[in-house]
């Protein structure tokens, strides 16, 4: 089923693989259906990494609680990141080569999720996998804010992208929040797991930058 979507993803890459702007610029329509593929196969991979219970009443699924939380966690997570790429490169113009390199590194720490998520949820949240979630989710918030920078960097302060990211204090203060998680999991690891949820609840509530800005 993964080899099945992997080929699905790559025809749509294929398809939306853009072509390049005007004067030979790199447009964005590749790196937008690459991330987007990655992103599903990261969901898919974490479902099938959920284990069929053996038996039919509710004692037989007590031992998936772990899992299903850890699973549930990271579900919302990948779907933040997602609600926020796709907006954010709704106003990107154009890319090049350091935009590509910022999006497989975030890309790189989005694929370890799902190793993270079985890691927590088969060690019913032992100290050591709580604390690497959290790292993979600090890393990945550290690699969003690189993209941005690096988007940043291409389109300008005058432009409309700088306008719709604005000063992304939610975005810096998830990092900190993250930071300050990690260390509570050899301690209290269920502080540390109520902080990433704290992150979570936090980008749930619709951030309208940037739908603000284009409307403007």
Request: proline share 4%; hydrophobic share 55%; net charge positive.
């Amino acid at each position: 089923r993964v080899c099945t979507l992997a080929r699905m993803v790559s025809i749509n890459v294929l398809i939306r693989s853009g072509h390049t702007s005007n004067e030979g610029r790199l447009g964005k329509g590749r790196i937008e259906a690459f991330s987007d593929g990655v992103i599903a196969i990261i969901i898919t991979i974490m479902v099938l990494e959920l284990k069929v219970p053996i038996g039919a009443d509710l004692a037989a699924l007590r031992p998936l609680v772990p899992p299903l939380l850890s699973y549930l966690l990271s579900f919302v997570f990948v779907g933040i990141y997602w609600n926020n790429h796709h907006p954010l490169f709704h106003v990107v113009k154009e890319v090049n080569g350091g935009i590509l390199w910022a999006n497989l590194h975030l890309l790189f720490w989005f694929s370890l999720i799902p190793f993270v998520t079985r890691l927590v949820g088969e060690n019913h949240f032992a100290a050591w996998p709580v604390a690497l979630y959290g790292v993979v989710l600090l890393l990945s918030g550290c690699a969003y804010f690189i993209l941005v920078r690096a988007l940043l960097a291409h389109h300008g302060k005058d432009s409309l992208l700088a306008k719709a990211v604005g000063s992304d204090f939610k975005g810096k203060i998830s990092v900190v929040i993250y930071a300050v998680a990690i260390p509570f999991a050899f301690y209290q690891r269920w502080i540390a797991f109520a902080a990433y949820v704290l992150v979570a609840v936090m980008w749930l509530i619709p951030d309208r930058r940037i739908e603000r800005t284009l409307a403007e």
